[in-house]
């Protein structure tokens, strides 16, 4: 099964691009990536998913290297309500496997 | 947007009382899921179920047991209440079984 790593925190300045990396080097060609954060004390939120090509969103894009290995979520202005936990997922099949994340502080 | 609802935010209960945690989606999902989560663990896979009366074991099925009665209603029980059974619980739901989860706010159980 392909798992994920990511840093366990970042931060990133108010208003400024905040870019979470995730690496994935044993993931097969047929498992999506995706990304969710969790803000604390709430269940996950989904973003965004993608297979090979990038993917953009009103909340966010996600850059997948041409080689599968690894991805890098990208939030374009973060504003503070943007502190949370990232957590990048390589879904196998109808299983998510959620790692410990990065746990993204936003500041003032 | 999806709606996925649980009955309790915060919930405690002592050891070796029989524990229903429900779940209910407004979305006709066809799939529903049971995860916890525990600092420095992430989430784990507890049942999913992808029809009403069927469901499927995940990582960590041992002490809990599931039920889905009517597709709407995915309820997590926990037979005898032990204390290593202390975490945030989640459940999703998704349209299809490959498709994305949409998550509820979770239920924070203590056993006492």
């Not at chain 1, 099964?1 to 366990?8: V, W």
């Not at chain 1, 954060?37 to 998913?49: A, D, E, M, V």
């Not at chain 2, 290593?84 to 203590?110: E, H, I, K, W």
Request: aromatic letters at 10%.
């Amino acid at each position: 099964d392909a798992k994920t790593t990511q840093p366990p925190s970042m931060d990133c300045a108010e208003g400024r691009a905040a870019n979470l990396p995730c690496n994935h080097s044993t993931i097969s060609g047929n498992e999506y990536v995706y990304w969710y954060r969790q803000i604390h004390s709430q269940g996950p939120q989904y973003i965004i998913h993608g297979l090979k090509n990038n993917e953009t969103n009103e909340m966010a894009s996600l850059i997948i290297t041409e080689d599968r290995k690894s991805s890098t979520l990208i939030l374009p202005h973060a504003t503070l309500r943007d502190t949370a936990v990232y957590y990048c997922i390589v879904r196998t099949g109808n299983q998510f496997y959620f790692g410990t994340g990065t746990s993204l502080t936003v500041i003032p | 947007d999806v709606k996925v609802t649980q009955s309790s935010r915060y919930l405690v209960k002592r050891t070796g009382e029989k524990v229903f945690l429900e779940c209910v989606q407004d979305m006709d999902h066809e799939n529903m899921f049971w995860y916890r989560q525990d600092p420095g663990l992430g989430l784990r896979l507890i049942y999913f179920s992808y029809d009403v009366k069927m469901k499927e074991k995940g990582d960590i099925p041992e002490g809990y047991s599931v039920s889905r009665e009517k597709k709407e209603r995915f309820s997590l029980i926990l037979e005898s209440a032990s204390t290593n059974q202390t975490s945030m619980y989640l459940c999703a739901s998704s349209p299809d079984v490959t498709d994305t989860q949409y998550f509820g706010p979770g239920t924070r159980l203590t056993v006492l």
